[in-house]
């Protein structure tokens, strides 16, 4: 939490591309704002010598990355000793690019990941706090209309933390890079812009009690 | 390709859930339609004995999942022999569960889990083949607006397949699931539900032949 926010994450082997360069950046504000954005992140683990990818919630704090969701009784028990290597990848789809040729057809995107050593959060402190931020980074504001943890749901949380340390963040924006011979095809080219997360009405619970009115931060919600 | 589309996958040990059973289920349709949906899945494998998650563009026919996209050169080659033992996972986040204990916020969403060895393709006949099936599966109808790949290009896109056989579709829905000592508290609860993938309006490339018109597959693009 006390790390620095601008700059660049370090480079390493695994996070240096052996093609497109050009599309891969370590600057730590375009990290944030992706992982920021996000409503959730797939988290990679091996089991048993084979690749597991399951999605999860997640909240950065600073340089720190918390994330919450089943990643398997195995994979929590391996995590409580001496943690358990992940690799996060949080991608935010920005549109549909419609190239003259099939073989210039591309996604706009941001897409972050990290690699490193996950661990279980057990300091009571840390993983209250640490969620009070979760529920805010779904739905910023509403950790202050809830009713929070007590002692025995914090017990029952399973929460990971992974410092943020070995990052990249890729992506690609713009127009289709369609070949030039192929500039005068009759076929429409472009991009076709789209948008994650986008809310509609919200629902109130059936057992809602009368007179509870959607509140500003749900009602105002939205993402990017 | 000859598979059948309608029952359900075998369970195994992987596709077992050790907690929250009720969300999980096989059935085939439920799995492709979340394959069907989604613009976008991840990608897990094994690199040096440390997981690794990359977003790939993919298309489901029958019960062949192919895979498009950047792996890196080392997963790529590995691929090229045995295979590559991968986990591809694709989300669709459909809610925000808003509860009035912290505790219990979550999110509604359909995830589908595929386990496999996934092979590169290297007959051309069916890389061609599903090629217009991947450019089809992310805007309907594209394939018979676009030019062909040519040898050359065909050569230059590496596939994996992965067969459809260790698969497991897991959900959440409906409203929040507060305890009943808590349904009097003063705090909304409800589910926002959230769409992904909304387009805007398509973006012409600036180098677009003069009276080119947004075509309908564009223009009528939508999802879910």
Redesign the interface.
């Given at each position: 939490m006390t790390a620095e926010t601008t700059g660049t994450y370090t480079p390493t082997d695994?996070t240096t591309?052996?093609?497109?360069r050009e599309r891969v950046s370590y600057d730590r504000e375009a990290v944030h704002a992706v992982l920021d954005e996000a409503?959730?992140c797939?988290?990679?683990?091996?089991?048993d010598?084979?690749?597991?990818?399951?999605?999860q919630?997640h909240v950065r704090v600073g340089e720190s990355l918390y994330l919450h969701g089943?990643t398997?009784?195995?994979a929590m028990r391996g995590s409580r000793d001496d943690g358990l290597?992940?690799?996060?990848?949080v991608?935010l789809?920005d549109?549909?690019v419609?190239?003259?040729?099939?073989?210039h057809?591309s996604?706009n995107?941001r897409?972050v990941?990290a690699?490193g050593r996950a661990h279980l959060v057990t300091d009571p402190a840390e993983k209250d706090e640490a969620?009070?931020h979760l529920?805010d980074a779904?739905?910023p504001g509403?950790?202050d209309?809830?009713?929070?943890?007590d002692r025995r749901?914090l017990a029952?949380?399973a929460l990971l933390r992974l410092d943020l340390e070995e990052v990249s963040y890729k992506h690609r924006a713009g127009?289709?890079g369609?070949d030039a011979e192929?500039?005068?095809?009759?076929?429409?080219?472009?991009?076709?812009?789209?948008?994650?997360?986008?809310?509609?009405?919200?629902?109130?619970?059936?057992?809602?009690?009368p007179g509870?009115?959607?509140?500003d931060h749900?009602r105002g919600?939205r993402r990017g």
């Open positions: 695994r591309p052996t093609r497109l409503v959730l797939h988290v990679a683990f091996v089991a010598g084979l690749p597991v990818v399951l999605p919630l089943s398997g009784a195995r290597d992940v690799c996060v990848t991608t789809l549109g549909l419609l190239a003259r040729s099939a073989f057809h996604a995107y897409c990941v690699h969620l009070r529920v779904i739905v509403r950790s209309h809830v009713r929070g943890p749901e029952a949380t127009p289709p369609d192929d500039l005068d095809l009759p076929w429409w080219a472009g991009v076709l812009p789209v948008r994650g997360a986008v809310p509609d009405a919200p629902v109130p619970a059936p057992d809602l009690a509870i009115a959607v509140p749900v919600w």
